[in-house]
T-cell receptor, first 111, second 113 residues
Framework: DQQVKQNSPSLSVQEGRISILNCDYT??????FLWYKKYPAEGPTFLIS?????DKNEDGRFTVFLNKSAKHLSLHIVPSQPGDSAVYFC??????????FGKGTRLHILP | KAGVTQTPRYLIKTRGQQVTLSCSPI?????VSWYQQTPGQGLQFLFE???????NKGNFPGRFSGRQFSNSRSEMNVSTLELGDSALYLC????????????FGEGSRLTVL
């Protein structure tokens, strides 16, 4: 059973425009959410996180929005840059030591 | 400071064999988590160790096991390898267990023939 779902396997966005990556979750006990970015042949790297007590967290070009009632979060990247082309993983945690990841969304930034 | 180091980076085994993968966390990090990445399934949680104790385990068969040493280094072992075990195995460390940023290594790519 997939508790963290990223329903779009891939997304293409023009350079300079906004990229919006979506994530849904089923476990209402999740209280901490993270986004990771992965380039080929590298391990995932942490991007941004949000606690369930907040609905928005911003870090430079990256903003994560959390809608607890809809069990939905999204990552906004503005403006999108060529180096943002990567696989993005949504992740969530409900208990210490266990972070559950989605299957990832491959983002292509078009020139 | 040095990142998470995983060895070996690549290995090829045959069905029925066993394999041991090693992970050295960032200095000072006491939590080590292991994940399996396959093309169709994304990152799947295997287990997490903190101060030599397994604190959480994912839904993998008992063929998958791990341990953590007093210096926080961790190993995972897969016995009686199956073709479906071919994957990228990622290790991640963090300062504390659970909440917070995970720092990933580059992974060990296992191919089972």
């Amino acid at each position: 059973d997939q508790q963290v779902k990223q329903n779009s396997p891939s997304l293409s966005v023009q350079e300079g425009r906004i990229s919006i990556l979506n994530c849904d979750y089923t476990n209402s006990m999740f209280d901490y959410f993270l986004w990771y970015k992965k380039y080929p042949a590298e391990g995932p790297t942490f991007l941004i996180s949000i606690s369930s007590i907040k609905d928005k967290n911003e870090d430079g070009r990256f903003t994560v929005f959390l809608n607890k009632s809809a069990k939905h979060l999204s990552l906004h990247i503005v403006p999108s840059q060529p180096g943002d082309s990567a696989v993005y993983f949504c992740a969530a945690s409900a208990e210490e030591g266990k972070i559950i990841f989605g299957k990832g969304t491959r983002l292509h930034i078009l020139p | 400071k040095a990142g998470v180091t995983q060895t070996p980076r690549y290995l090829i085994k045959t069905r029925g064999q066993q394999v041991t993968l090693s992970c050295s966390p960032i200095s000072g990090h006491r939590s080590v988590s292991w994940y399996q990445q396959t093309p169709g399934q994304g990152l799947q949680f295997l287990f997490e160790y903190f101060s030599e104790t397994q604190r959480n385990k994912g839904n993998f068969p008992g063929r998958f096991s791990g341990r953590q040493f007093s210096n926080s280094r961790s190993e995972m072992n897969v016995s009686t390898l199956e073709l479906g075990d071919s994957a990228l195995y990622l290790c991640a460390s963090s300062l504390v267990s659970g909440l917070g940023e995970l720092f990933f290594g580059e992974g060990s790519r296992l191919t089972v023939l």
